[in-house]
């Protein structure tokens, strides 16, 4: 493992297994747990009717996991039946070694006695939970963020512009941890496909032209996308409507662009468009908390504490100086 294990934070819940149904017993995990999206492992899967109710949204990647092939034979079946496999799968367990990367899980429902909860604790990400079925209990053990590794929630670092990470686990790459798409800008001569990306908590949020690849002429997609910065789960996506011109010649665009996205702890703050004012997200889902009013033709976010600074052009912005006459 990259980090050490200085803390766990251990809590005897009541068991789920006297809930009605699958999906009562699912929501029971996830309020106990306190996961909010990701990717989920269910150990000793059964028929695979707990594991499929485990993707609760789209913001979850889930797979069973069972020693007898029957089982797993029957779980395939239950989630095809449903049409949902794919973002939901299921496996064979052999050995008691689970079949992951290091700190690549968030959730891990362990109900296989076989597997310590030191391999469970190897697989999840910093701030995942293990909760593991003991008896007639249920026991959480969630693994703490490590002092190595620091977080990046502003263009420059952090609300000083010192862009100096305070961070002893990151070097040369050692293996893959995940990949995502898209695999390749639109253009390596226009404006640059991403315009910001700051993490926090254990999640990525960066802003993304999506537009079709097949030619910079097509119209732009630019989103606000949040990931699991662990295992790349897209955890939400909000659409900008208006953003500058990807036409922009020599592939980098404005530099307060970059400038227009803070994360700090679980709250995002953006412009959801060039002349938008300042919002307010919930990091977990995206949802919109506030905007503050009187913010629009904010160019640059600084988060420090408790106070929240937005600089503020009321000129006219580039977008009308700089756009081309066809570009929509």
């Excluded at 537009?211 to 662990?230: N, Q």
């Excluded at 500058?244 to 679980?266: C, M, N, Y």
Aim: proline share 5%; hydrophobic share 40%.
């Amino acid at each position: 493992m990259i980090c050490a294990l200085v803390l766990f934070a251990c809590v005897v819940c009541a068991s789920p297994a006297a809930l009605a149904d699958a999906p009562t017993d699912a929501a029971a995990i996830f309020e106990a747990t306190g996961v909010q999206g990701g990717v989920v492992v269910h150990v000793g899967c059964g028929d695979g009717q707990l594991t499929a109710a485990l993707r609760a949204s789209d913001s979850y990647q889930v797979q069973g996991l069972d020693r007898s092939a029957d089982n797993v034979e029957a779980a395939r079946g239950y989630v095809q039946s449903l049409g949902k496999y794919g973002p939901i799968s299921v496996d064979r367990l052999r050995g008691n070694q689970l079949p992951y990367v290091d700190n690549f899980v968030n959730l891990v429902v362990l109900e296989d006695a076989k597997i310590p909860l030191k391999e469970a604790l190897r697989v999840l990400t910093p701030g995942g939970v293990a909760y593991v079925h003991r008896g007639d209990a249920w026991e959480k053990t969630a693994k703490p963020w490590p002092k190595n590794i620091d977080e990046w929630t502003h263009y420059l670092h952090g609300p000083d512009g010192n862009a100096v990470a305070h961070d002893t686990v990151v070097g040369p790459p050692k293996h893959m941890q995940w990949l995502g798409s898209p695999r390749w800008s639109r253009h390596h001569d226009r404006m640059a496909s991403m315009s910001a990306m700051v993490s926090a908590k254990g999640r990525v949020f960066y802003i993304m032209d999506e537009g079709s690849r097949v030619s910079i002429e097509l119209p732009s997609k630019w989103k606000l996308i949040a990931r699991d910065a662990f295992n790349g789960t897209v955890l939400w996506k909000r659409d900008i409507p208006q953003w500058h011109s990807h036409l922009w010649p020599l592939k980098s665009g404005p530099t307060q662009l970059a400038r227009r996205l803070v994360a700090v702890d679980d709250r995002v703050y953006v412009t959801l468009g060039i002349n938008a004012p300042l919002s307010v997200l919930d990091a977990a889902t995206g949802e919109t908390l506030s905007t503050l009013e009187g913010s629009e033709g904010t160019e640059e976010i600084v988060v420090a504490g408790a106070n929240v600074y937005a600089l503020v052009s009321k000129e006219k912005w580039e977008l009308e100086d700089y756009l081309p006459a066809f570009n929509t």
